[in-house]
């Protein structure tokens, strides 16, 4: 009885904070708008192995694999219905997925990818406050969009994708 009094006091607490306010809306407005989530990255140091969990354990639908040379990977995306995973192995020996996996050798997540609407504004705004970009114009990601990477040390520690929608 001791448990039951303890949940039914703290019931009240509980709908008092549920039925509270949202949250502030002062966010600024922004001269491009922030987009759904495409996907998240998972670097993985055997691409073969990784797609057969996702595909053959799990029964995700796999793409067949790509490789762009120009981000120096190799990706394959498994379709979750309401997002993407992206799997990255390295394509070549300067692949920043090389070195990722050098730190993390059973692999891990690797970025976040968010959809912008007007990616060129996003960076001249972006740069405005301080985010630094890691390339100076976007490139053509793999989904033949221009997508930029935003530093992950003024993401709180999160390699930010932003892709034009």
Avoid at 68 to 91: A, C, I, R, S
Wanted: glycine share 6%.
């Amino acid at each position: 009885s001791g448990l039951l009094s303890r949940l039914q006091t703290s019931a009240p607490t509980i709908r008092t904070l549920s039925s509270s306010k949202s949250f502030p809306q002062n966010i600024p407005s922004c001269l491009w708008k922030l987009g759904r989530l495409n996907h998240v990255a998972i670097a993985v140091p055997d691409l073969e192995k990784a797609q057969s969990l996702y595909k053959d354990v799990l029964g995700a639908q796999v793409s067949e694999t790509v490789a762009l040379p120009e981000h120096g990977v190799y990706t394959v995306f498994v379709e979750l219905g309401n997002t993407k995973l992206e799997l990255l192995h390295p394509l070549g020996e300067k692949s920043p997925i090389a070195s990722f996996l050098q730190k993390n050798k059973t692999g891990g997540m690797h970025h976040i990818c968010i959809e912008v609407d007007d990616i060129k504004a996003a960076m001249t705004e972006l740069k405005k406050k301080k985010i630094r970009i890691l390339s100076e114009e976007p490139k053509i990601g793999a989904h033949g969009k221009p997508v930029i990477f935003l530093h992950p040390k003024d993401c709180h520690g999160v390699l930010v994708e932003l892709e034009q929608a």
